[in-house]
């Protein structure tokens, strides 16, 4: 989708929403389905692999992307993009036993672990509008994703600039910034969402029940998901984003 046409796209889903608020959002629920929200199932992901699984509008527009970049003598690789629900599971629970087996109570490992790591059915990666970047280098980093490597001297620094000049206009927003006034999940300067498909499905998903989803999911340390908790999470890990990601 063009610029252009997204911007266009934006504003009038938020007069919609503005005069028509019922029809808008009866319009939005049929949009998506619960599988394709919390990661449990989604016809519109394309491809084979961990790091090339993406929504295919997401797909179609970072390739261009990547073009794009590569003329600069920028190259963009994917380190994650599409993330199920049981990978992310698999990905909190293994965490959360680590982090309660060094003696920390359930709560403190719960909160230690989504500083980076969502809670499964809540990851922006379930919805395949989402990918962690780096660029191609002589050698690999043991752990690329630290946001020392995006900055100063770092190995991803060209890729940061190239991305802060040009992604927006390709569609795809830093999710997580280095606002010091934002909370939830620290800054990734890694972390892209690719709007003009994140956007709605974020619309919808705010509707959805989270304390129902956690229970009936039998997520490792849910009963310690107060209503407080949870309210806390959604404002803050999941809505304390780019605003223009809202």
Sequence with gaps: MKRNTFIKTVALTGIGLGVLPNLSFSMLQNKFTLPQLIGKGNPDIVGNTYTSKMHKEAKKEFLKMQMEARKDGIEIDVISAYRSFNRQKQIFEKKYKKYTSQGLTPLDA???IIE???IP???RHHWGTDIDIVSLLPSPLENPLQ???FHGNGKFCKLKEWMDANSEKLGF????TDNPKRKGFKYEPWHYSYAPVSIPM????KQLDLKEIFTKEK???SEFFTENFIEQYRNENILDINPKLL
């Design 110 to 112: 719960i909160y230690k």
């Design 116 to 118: 980076y790591s969502t």
């Design 121 to 123: 059915g809540t990851s």
């Design 147 to 149: 946001a020392k490597h």
């Design 173 to 176: 927003y830093l999710v997580y």
């Design 202 to 205: 974020l619309q919808e998903y």
């Design 219 to 221: 997520v490792l340390g």
